[in-house]
């Protein structure tokens, strides 16, 4: 396993979780490291992403609310999530690659994927 999330769980609107995803050596040197998102029903879309120089981009509807880091020593990616809404509610899935697309990571083929950790945000 290269890429493994935790830090997920069940929460009311206005609360925060800090999700991790612990990253092998060979996926840590990707260009592009981030955080993906999936609803039931709905197309998975770009959360936050950080590149190898330290630059971060966010989708607008967590811009302010979410901080994307990274502990290089740790080999961590961080999803910091504050002032959760029900709308946040879904699968978050780190990944990483050589290369970027657009604000997000790319996700093709040497894109590498997580198993996901589930965040549910209750009203």
Request: contains cysteine; proline residues 2%.
């Amino acid at each position: 396993v290269q890429l493994m999330e935790s830090g997920g769980g069940s929460v009311q609107a206005g609360g925060s979780l800090n999700l991790s995803c612990t990253s092998s050596r060979d996926t840590w040197n990707d260009y592009c490291m981030g955080w993906f998102r999936q609803s039931p029903g709905k197309e998975r879309e770009g959360v936050a992403t950080i590149v190898s120089d330290g630059r971060t981009t966010y989708a607008d509807s967590v811009k302010v609310r979410f901080t994307i880091s990274r502990d290089n020593a740790k080999k961590i990616l961080y999803l910091q999530m504050n002032s959760l809404k029900p709308e946040d509610t879904a699968m978050y899935y780190c990944a990483t690659s050589p290369f970027r697309s657009g604000a997000y990571c790319s996700t093709g083929q040497r894109t590498t994927w997580g198993q996901g950790t589930q965040v549910t945000v209750s009203s």
